[in-house]
Nanobody, 123 residues
Framework: QVQLVESGGGLVQAGDSLRLSCAAS????????MGWFRQAPGKEREFVST???????YYAASVKGRFTISRDNAKNTVYLQMNSLKPEDTAVYYC?????????????????WGQGTQVTVSS
């Protein structure tokens, strides 16, 4: 079982940037995919991005070109750099640990979850 702790959320204005971090412990970090999901009030949790064990990445269409996922295996940490933030990016962002080396776009593809960090973008 892996433990995940997110940090870096906050209140920003439209057009600003934020970097989320997710520190992992409890298993071999580098062998697993890591993902980010988000959930806005009254909406389903949705896929944001994933980074596989080989550092290949995939993004939701809504964030592609604005968000960048990366990982530092030496620090057991995955990051989500969010640029050009929009009010519609407002949500609780969750870090997720994959069940294997390649992550998917569905929550069921991930075995572990962090507690979430709030991102609020004002217009």
């Amino acid at each position: 079982q892996v433990q995940l702790v997110e940090s870096g959320g906050g209140l920003v204005q439209a057009g600003d940037s934020l970097r989320l971090s997710c520190a992992a412990s409890g298993r071999s970090f580098s062998s697993y995919a890591m993902g980010w999901f988000r959930q806005a009030p009254g909406k389903e949790r949705e896929f944001v991005s994933t980074i596989n064990w080989d550092e290949t990445t995939y993004y939701a269409a809504s964030v592609k070109g604005r968000f960048t996922i990366s990982r530092d295996n030496a620090k057991n940490t995955v990051y989500l750099q969010m640029n050009s933030l929009k009010p519609e990016d407002t949500a609780v962002y969750y870090c997720a640990g994959g069940s294997g080396g390649f992550g998917g776009t569905y929550a069921r593809d991930y075995a572990s979850w962090g507690q979430g960090t709030q991102v609020t973008v004002s217009s």
